[in-house]
């Protein structure tokens, strides 16, 4: 349930985006009657792109942040307290090969001879 929360919530989250995207902002409107372009507008109305692209925005918002609120509920609700990166890989990861552990031991760094 968790992980289909979370595409869900990726989902509404792209669909936000996208809808920002194709709104016009308040200034687009000052160059629209010098290059002919008055006929966008005519597919939703004359104002009823705005109210209805505001409407899905308002709307997936108010969904976003109740799946935001729902995610970090179950996420606290969680038993495992453990992180990820406090195991080690060997326990993670039981495909992994053996590390050797019979290296040899670095070379000590030879003594400059002392001084006469």
């Known amino acids: ?12 989250s792209i669909a936000i985006i996208g809808l920002v995207l194709i709104q016009k902002g308040r200034g687009a409107e000052a160059g629209a009657g010098g290059f002919g372009g008055g006929s966008a507008a005519s597919v939703f109305g004359a104002r009823g792109s705005a109210s209805f692209l505001s409407r899905a925005t308002s709307m997936l918002a108010v969904v976003f942040f109740s799946t935001s609120l ?11 307290k ?9 326990v993670q990861n ?4 053996p590390v050797q552990k019979d290296l040899p ?8 001879a002392p001084a006469k």
């Open 105 to 112: 031991a670095p070379a000590a760094p030879e003594q400059p």
């Open 82 to 90: 453990h992180d990820i990166m406090d195991t080690p890989a060997e």
């Open 70 to 80: 729902l995610l970090a509920y179950l996420g606290s609700r969680q038993d495992n």
């Open 1 to 12: 349930m968790y992980q289909a929360l979370i595409v869900v919530h990726v989902l509404i």
């Open 94 to 97: 039981g495909d992994l090969p």
